[in-house]
Each structure stands twice: as C-alpha cells, then as structure tokens.
C-alpha cells in the first residue's frame, strides 16, 4: 500500500515524466558506482566495465543495499557524487532480492535524490522482473547490475568495427564520386570533340577545372583517413596494456583497490604491483608524503 501511494504521488508530481530524463554520454571517461563493495553485483559491473571499455576512471560509493540505514547511505552517496566528486555516468545497483530486501530503493529520499541529480543514472536493482520507484525515476533503467554496465558503456571491438565499416562506405561513395566525375568527363570530351571541334580550347580549359576539383577531393579524402587514422591509434593509446608497456605499473591493495596515496596504505600492508608482463607483490616497510 505505501509502495502505490508513494508511485501515485510522484506521478503526480512528474518525476516520472520522460521530458526530465537525462541523455548518457556516448563516451563516458568517469563512471561511479553506487552499491555494496562486498556484492556480486559490484564484482560484475566492474569486470563488464573493464572487459568492454580500458581505461575508465570507476569509482566506488559503498554503502548498505538494505536496511534501516541504507535509504539514507544511498541518497547520500548520490549528493556526494554531484557535489563533490562529479562522473560522466552513476550506476546505481544491487543483486536480485525479495521484495522487502529492495525497499531502500522505493525510499523517499532516494528518489527525490535521483531526480535531483545532474548527473545521468542508470538502475540496475535485482531481475528483470522486479521494478523499484527508483527504476522508474532514474534515466535509464537495466533489468540487472550486469545490463547496465552494458548500457554505461560500448563495447571497444564493436566501436571498432563501426569505425571500419564508416571508413569503408566512406571509400565506397568517394570512389563512386570519383567514378562518375571520370564518366562525365569523358562524355563531355566526346561530346565536345565532335559538335565543337573548334572549341577544342575551352573543352581543355573545364577539363582542368574538373581535374583539379578531383584532385583537391582527392587530397581531402587522404587528409580524413589520416585524421581517422590519428584518431584510432589515439584510442589505442588509452589502452591500459600498452600503457604498462611503455614501463608504468599499476598498484593496488588485497582488495583490488587502485593505491593514488601513501595514506590508502600501512606498514606491513601487501600491495601488488601489475605490470605488462606479471605481477610484483610487495610489503610496506615505510611510507612516505613526499
């Protein structure tokens, strides 16, 4: 009963509506996660993150994904995010559950906290069956955790191979282009050599003039596939393997945790250090600021 006077409320207020959602980014660089670090579901989203797209900033806004407390720790970690440490794209998720364990997402707060967000969200909240308030006020609902890291971010190879198939319709229509200025050309020549004999000048003189549009699409069509080519070997470049290839590392606690500063770590603590070709486990001895 408190789940469908809270739904009519809201309809009526339009936070629902679909003239208020938010469009996600083609190419997101930063992605915040909103869940429990300890869940299956968060484990899935990263691995689905990382396996689609390298060299995504991800960050974690861990909190309870139910309970008394967890309402609060979500709409919490939402303001966080858009006032202090601002992403492309939030996922808020939790793994599948009885209809009571998903209550925090049916929470007040928590809506009126998606709605108020700058920042696109995707739901991915239990199965495909189970509906939250918050799947129907968020940008974009996923019908699991697993969905919407699909959603969050395109899949490199395919992107890839979109590319390829621009450049090669590209090739094709410019080749096409080409063929029938050629074609043109000669039935202009023809067409000129024989009724204006005479005027054999003027035939050389647009002849030119068509040769040199030619060869000025000619060399606007080799300068493209360089800025094309620039482009995908940009992409390339982001690429954590060849990143470590050019001899960085990188550091991360036992719990796959990227270590930015001495203070993530203390002494006697186990780091490992990932490298292009293996691992390299270490123990802190000292830290240092500087």
């Known amino acids: 009963m408190e789940f469908k006077l809270l739904k009519t409320k809201f309809q009526k207020e339009g936070l629902f509506d679909e003239k208020y959602k938010k469009a996600l980014p083609r190419f997101p660089e930063s992605i915040g996660i909103i869940t429990s670090r300890d869940a299956a579901a968060y484990t899935d989203i990263l691995k689905i993150l990382k396996n689609r797209w390298g060299g995504l900033k991800i960050y974690l806004g861990h ?11 979500i709409s919490e970690a939402i303001e966080w995010f858009n006032k202090n440490h601002p992403v492309d794209i939030l996922i808020l998720s939790r793994g599948g559950g009885s ?41 974009i609902r996923a019908s699991t955790p697993s969905n919407a890291a699909e959603i969050a971010i395109p899949d490199k190879k395919e992107f890839f191979g979109y590319l390829k198939q621009c450049q090669n319709h590209l090739f094709s229509h410019l080749q096409y282009q080409v063929s029938a200025i050629n074609k043109k050309l000669e039935e202009l020549q023809n067409r000129f050599k024989f009724a204006f004999y005479n005027q054999k000048t ?19 069509i080799k300068y493209f596939f360089k800025v094309l080519l620039e482009k995908k070997n940009s992409l390339l470049n982001l690429h954590p393997k060849n990143i470590l290839n050019r001899g960085y590392s990188i550091t991360t606690d036992n719990n796959g945790r990227v270590v930015k500063s001495f203070q993530q ?26």
């Open 63 to 73: 909190v309870s994904v139910q309970g008394t407390s967890a309402p609060f720790e």
């Open 265 to 290: 770590v203390k002494n006697n603590d186990t780091i490992i250090s990932h490298l292009s070709s293996g691992k390299l486990f270490s123990s802190i001895t000292k830290t240092n600021h500087e």
């Open 202 to 220: 003027q035939i050389n003189f647009l002849k030119n003039k068509l040769l040199t549009q030619l060869k000025k699409q000619q060399l606007d």
């Open 99 to 139: 209809l009571e364990d998903l209550q925090a997402f049916n929470s007040e707060n928590v809506i009126r906290s998606i709605f108020a967000s700058k920042i696109p969200i995707i739901t991915g909240i239990g199965h495909e069956k189970d509906l939250t308030l918050a799947d129907l006020v968020a940008d």
